[in-house]
C-alpha cells in the first residue's frame, strides 16, 4: 500500500514538473528551430544589444556556433554592450569577442544605408524593449524596416515580452512632434511586444513600402505574463522598479527636475534643489551618465524604490506637484518638454492647474481609437 502511494505522489510530481515546464516562458530567440532555416546558407546581419541572448550565449555567438554566416551587426542606442549614455554618439567599430563589424544605428546614421546592407540577405531584430513611445529602439526598429524595404531584404523580429504590457495610458502623439523619442501616433504606454509593433509598423502604412517580415512568437507568453528583464535593458534603467516607473518618470527629463541619473537608483526616485523634503541625493558623473542634471548639487525630492504599489498607469500626480512648488515655473519645463509628451497640450494643462484625472479625461477618446487599432496586430 505504501509502495502504491509513493507511486501516485511520484506520478503526481512529474505531471506537475512537466506541466511548469510546459508554461515556462520561451522566448522567441530560443526556438532556433523555429526560424533557424531562414537563415540557413544566407549573409545575416543582426541588429541587437546586450539583451540578446539566449540563456548566457549572445544571440551572435549562438548563431556563429550553428554555422550561420552572421556578417555585421548594427546596434541602437547606447552600444552594443549597452553601456553609453542616452543620447551619447556611438561610434562603429569591431567586436573584439568575434571580429564582426558594428554599425551603430545612432546619432547621425539612425537608419541603416544603401551601401551598410550591401550584400545582408536578411535582417534579424531581437533587442529587449519595454513598451514606452519614447524609448528608442522601436524607432531604431522603424528605420530598419524602412531600409530593407527599399533594398528588398526581408526583416526577422525575434519577440520579447514588454515589461510594461499591463496598461495602455497617456496623450496620443500629434505628429506635429514626431520625433527619434517619438514617430508614430501611439500613446506613451502601448501594451505590446517589440513583434506586435513591428507589425503596426507595416500594417499602418508607416513605411512607405511594406517591408517582408516574419516576427518569431514566444512560446507560453500572454500578456498576463510576469516577466522581470534578466539584462538591463539601458544603463538607466538597472532592474524592475525602474522600468515601471519610467514612463511616469520620463516626463521629468523635460523639466529642471532630476530622474536619479547620476545616482544608483536613476527612475527611482526624483528631485530638484528647490523641492521641499527630508530625502536627498546628489548626482554624480559616472558610467552610463556621463553629465547628469544638477551634477554635485543636492536634491530634495522623492525616494520611490520601497513603496508597494506597482504602476498600472501613468502618475502625473508627481510632475503636477513639482511643478507648484517650482518659485520659477517659467524656467520648469525645457524644449525637450513637448517632444516627450508628443503633444503641447500637457505642458499647457500643467500650467493651467488641471488635475491629474481631468488631463487623463482628455486621453480617453484617443487612447479608445489606439486601442481598436492595436488589436489588430496582437499575436498573444
Request: hydrophobic share 40%; net charge neutral.
Amino acid at each position: 500500500m505504501i509502495a502504491k502511494i509513493k507511486q501516485i505522489i511520484c506520478i503526481s510530481l512529474c505531471l506537475f514538473t512537466f506541466s511548469a515546464q510546459s508554461q515556462k516562458l520561451v522566448l522567441a530567440a530560443e526556438r532556433t528551430d523555429v526560424y533557424l532555416h531562414h537563415l540557413e546558407n544566407k549573409k545575416v546581419c543582426v541588429v541587437g544589444n546586450q539583451t540578446s541572448m539566449i540563456a548566457n550565449t549572445h544571440l551572435v555567438d549562438s548563431l556563429l556556433s550553428l554555422g550561420i554566416d552572421v556578417v555585421k551587426v548594427f546596434s541602437p542606442e547606447h552600444g552594443f554592450r549597452g553601456k553609453a549614455d542616452a543620447g551619447a554618439i556611438i561610434e562603429d567599430g569591431i567586436d573584439v569577442k568575434t571580429g564582426i563589424p558594428i554599425i551603430s544605428l545612432y546619432g547621425n546614421n539612425k537608419k541603416p544605408k544603401a551601401e551598410q546592407l550591401q550584400g545582408i540577405d536578411i535582417l534579424v531584430f531581437d533587442i529587449q524593449d519595454v513598451g514606452v513611445r519614447f524609448y528608442t529602439y522601436i524607432s531604431t526598429l522603424h528605420y530598419v524596416m524602412e531600409a530593407a524595404a527599399e533594398n528588398n531584404i526581408k526583416v526577422i523580429v525575434l519577440d520579447r515580452p514588454n515589461p510594461n504590457r499591463h496598461y495602455i495610458d497617456g496623450p496620443i502623439l500629434d505628429t506635429a512632434f514626431q520625433s527619434f523619442v517619438g514617430m508614430h501616433p501611439i500613446p506613451i504606454a502601448h501594451g505590446m511586444t517589440i513583434g506586435e509593433y513591428a507589425k503596426m509598423i507595416n500594417g499602418e502604412n508607416w513605411i512607405a513600402t511594406k517591408c517582408e517580415l516574419i516576427v518569431i512568437e514566444m512560446g507560453n507568453y500572454t500578456h498576463n505574463t510576469n516577466y522581470n528583464l534578466p539584462i538591463k535593458p539601458s544603463p538607466n534603467l538597472p532592474n524592475a522598479k525602474a522600468v515601471n516607473l519610467y514612463p511616469s518618470l520620463c516626463l521629468f527629463e523635460g523639466t529642471t527636475i532630476s530622474i536619479g541619473r547620476g545616482t544608483d537608483y536613476p527612475f527611482q526616485h526624483f528631485g530638484a534643489p528647490y523641492l521641499k523634503s527630508n530625502y536627498s541625493f546628489m548626482p554624480k558623473s559616472g558610467e552610463g551618465s556621463k553629465y547628469p542634471k544638477h551634477e554635485d548639487i543636492e536634491c530634495f525630492g522623492t525616494d520611490l524604490r520601497f513603496q508597494d504599489n506597482y504602476l498600472t498607469t501613468i502618475n502625473l500626480n508627481w510632475i503636477i506637484e513639482a511643478y507648484k512648488q517650482c518659485s520659477e515655473k517659467e524656467e520648469f519645463f525645457n524644449n525637450f518638454f513637448n517632444t516627450l509628451a508628443g503633444t503641447d497640450k500637457l505642458k499647457k494643462q500643467i500650467i493651467a492647474g488641471k488635475t491629474a484625472r481631468e488631463i487623463k479625461a482628455s486621453w480617453q477618446e484617443g487612447l479608445e481609437e489606439f486601442k481598436k487599432i492595436r488589436k489588430k496586430y496582437l499575436i498573444y
